[in-house]
């Protein structure tokens, strides 16, 4: 009988949001159970936040500091400590907190973004490459049968050659004037949530989906930001172009501010030979077009693919969405941490996170620069 990963998290008490997707998802395919958190800052709220979760109390923890201390001490005896952290602070505490876990040996999955700044993400990195654990970052949208297709497809040249690429996110949540409150306030703040507002929030997400599915990163972008709402420090919207090194031509839009708009990432991919387009609204969809013939409805369970079989978990017909993409992910990360790579997918991890800062800085610098063109290999840590 196969065990279950011992998983520990860090932050993602009562109210947040993310934190409950990530317990969910680490339930759903009984690879995981939650033995360990120090989930909130506030003593109180932690404790009652670990008895929710059915943690025992005495492996709730006040400070993340003292739970990876004593979760290594552990591990390190026949009680065992915890195989592995799920990471889901605001983004000021990824790098102290993967950090402390990464020096026990511990396994982390971390919510992106990776880290505030490019200098802290390549530390990461390094670190991490240093010590050989398993390090993952939860990109949700990798995680859908569909896209694993469209990768594939891509890698198989069914496309064709790469000519153009537009990518979207679009929501409207933060279209109201008010300032935010609650667990959301710290996305207003640059100290928490870093230099950039929805283009860290859901811009790198529309960045790394478009990379993931077509295997290449552009090699220069001219990009503006912009702040819509009264009073707002970081932008609510960002709009991109970007040039690839084969002469390839994308844009990219993320906005949070889009009235109307609910959860709207699209990718459009048009090669010499064929168009993909997929939409995260209706994940289970994957159009093929052929150029000059009907476009082609590809539906998640019926396609023929091992990237797209291994992560799918129910008949044709029956619908999958966003937990189970990012169920997927803890799935794919057990398999990982237990040495079985049989079918596992290339999965997020801290060199995306890498990447994903360099582009945020290459954007805040052709901002700067109004709207000038960078080319992303030039980009350096800032700070």
Known sequence: MRRRLKLGMVGGGQGA????????????????????????????????????????????????????????????????????????????????????????????????????????????????SQTGVVCMLTHTYTGYPMVRHARELVSQGAIGELRLLQVEYSQDWWAGGPALTGEGAWREDPSIAGPAGTLGDVGIHAYQLAAYVCGVEPAQIAAELHTFGPGRVLDDHVQVMMRYANGARGTLWASQVATGCENALTLRIYGSKAQLRFEQEEPNVLWLTPQGGAAQRLTRGRVQSEAASRATRIPAGHPEGYIEAFAQLYRDAADRIEGNEDGVAVLPDFRDGVSGHRFIQAVLESHRGNSAWVALETVRPAD
């Open 17 to 128: 949001f993310i934190g409950a997707v990530h317990r969910m998802a680490a339930r759903l395919d009984d690879r995981y159970d939650l033995v360990a958190g120090a989930l909130s800052s506030n003593p109180d709220k932690a404790a009652a936040s670990a008895a929710q979760a059915g943690i025992a109390p005495e492996r709730s923890y006040r400070d993340w500091r003292d739970m990876a201390r004593r979760e290594g001490e552990l591990r390190r005896t026949a009680q065992g400590g915890i195989d592995v952290v799920a990471i889901v602070t605001p983004n000021h505490l990824h790098a102290p907190v993967v950090r402390a876990f990464l020096a026990e040996g511990i396994h982390v999955i971390c919510d992106k973004p990776l880290t505030v700044s490019l200098s802290e993400a390549l530390a990461l990195e390094a670190l991490a």
